[in-house]
């Protein structure tokens, strides 16, 4: 693994979009999986150089039986790495019927109603969420697949408000799952691995287990290239829109 350059693709990644200010205080979304917490971690090696203040958030679905274990798992380990660590439990099957939503629908919806609400409680300007660079590839795929045009093509966002006071960044955004997996494994971080994530009851979990990997037969650098063409679509669509408000 080469750390130096997970660290600099990251630092990167945060001067390029302006992702962090010194002296913020940043909620960092915990779910105790390996992208989550290569995050905690990373900003936590790094606290001193942005002048941060961290703030974990954990959401237990209540979906899992494994759900409990990965909060206590998560508290814990905030505790040994000295970051207040907020849990909250939502009932996310219930959330579902009643705004019949699916179970990943209502999911997303209570976790960023979570995040609003402990940002608020907790003084915090940012909250940080670790999606990365295989999310985007999964993203684009099923895009194509299901139909869409210039719009749907663009890139995960970097960042965007929540609300007037609460912004959301994606700092993992040009890492790789392999690079994430990497560090966790070179800090014996010993995450929890969602059982649920290794079947394919959801089409996101299909898309990961059976079209990505023959895609990435046919192009090994899969990631990268999806990488450079949504940056390209994403420029593409910035300047036809600019145009088209200067028109009107």
Known sequence: MNLKLIDERISLQ???????????????????????MML??????????YKLSLVAVHVNHQLREEAQKEQRYVEETCAQWDIP????????????RRERLSIQGAARQCRYHVFEEVAQQTGCQRVAV??????????????????????GLKRIPVKR?????????????????????????????????????????YTRNW???HLIPEMKRLNPNLVQTVQEMVQLVAEDNAYLNQQAREAL
């Open 161 to 201: 408000q929540l609300s007037p006071s609460l912004e959301l960044i994606r700092p993992l955004l040009t890492l790789s799952k392999d690079q994430i997996e990497a560090y966790c494994a070179h800090f014996q971080l010993n995450p929890c691995l969602d059982q649920s994530n290794l079947k394919d009851d």
């Open 207 to 209: 898309v990961r287990h």
């Open 14 to 36: 945060i001067k390029r979009h302006q992702l962090l200010s010194p002296g913020d205080r940043v909620l960092v979304a915990a779910s105790g999986g390996p992208d989550s």
């Open 130 to 151: 670790a999606h990365h660079a295989d999310d985007q590839v999964e993203t684009v795929v099923m895009r194509l697949i299901r139909g869409t045009g210039p719009e």
């Open 85 to 96: 660590c907020v849990s909250k439990r939502v009932d996310v099957a219930g959330w579902a």
């Open 40 to 49: 905690l971690h990373w900003l936590m090696r790094h606290k001193e150089k």
